[in-house]
T-cell receptor, first 112, second 114 residues
């Protein structure tokens, strides 16, 4: 499918907020997702947002959705060194079944 | 504990030697899928299964086969592996129900084909 775009790297200092951005492709997507992948591990579904929402907050995580621009962001408040990981955004697609289209991932490095 | 297990976790093999990577989930999810993860390419779906005996191709199915004879298992079969199938493979299960989306990924299988 078409590419879901993310910036490749982000570095922040511990305690600051991190904002990871994503541009998706399918305006018909019902759900949009954020995943976290720690080194040597599988993906963990962090949060997702339904397409009729603009914002979703879950503890330190805030997801913003701009459907007009097909832009999704993940804000991590009070970023900790344990948040260092690769973050993937994904869209569900209307192709068939429950197929997901992933971005290439943003490596977040949190420095002390 | 809800989990997706994969075996083996690491495998080094040679071109042409058939191999199977097993995947099992204990959540009774109907939907399962296989992805490969390659540097600079992110995750790409290989095959998926909506239910027992129902499978379909994802974005990169060439060189792979799957089967879904029972709900909990979804093995990935490489009949004649080639070096371009060297990759990190993830199995996943998923359930979408009443607006709730539950997904679990396995820990990954790192495959090297020489």
């Amino acid at each position: 499918g078409e590419d879901v775009e993310q910036s490749l790297f982000l570095s922040v200092r511990e305690g600051d907020s991190s904002v990871i951005n994503c541009t998706y492709t399918d305006s018909s997507s019902t759900y949009l997702y954020w995943y976290k992948q720690e080194p040597g591990a599988g993906l963990q579904l962090l949060t997702y947002i339904f397409s009729n929402m603009d914002m979703k907050q879950d503890q330190r995580l805030t997801v913003l959705l701009n459907k007009k621009d097909k832009h999704l962001s993940l804000r991590i408040a009070d970023t900790q060194t344990g948040d260092s990981a690769i973050y993937f955004c994904a869209e569900d697609t209307t192709n068939s079944g429950y197929a997901l289209n992933f971005g290439k991932g943003t490596s977040l490095l949190v420095t002390p | 504990e809800a989990q997706v297990t994969q075996n083996p976790r690491y495998l080094i093999t040679v071109t042409g030697k058939k191999l199977t990577v097993t995947c099992s989930q204990n959540m009774n999810h109907e939907y399962m899928s296989w992805y490969r993860q390659d540097p600079g390419l992110g995750l790409r779906q290989i095959y998926y299964s909506m239910n027992v005996e129902v499978t379909d191709k994802g974005d990169v199915p060439e060189g792979y086969k799957v089967s879904r004879k029972e709900k909990r298992n979804f093995p990935l079969i490489l009949e004649s592996p080639s070096p371009n199938q060297t990759s990190l493979y993830f199995c996943a299960s998923r359930k979408v129900d009443a607006g709730t989306d539950t997904q679990y990924f396995g820990p990954g299988t790192r495959l090297t084909v020489l």
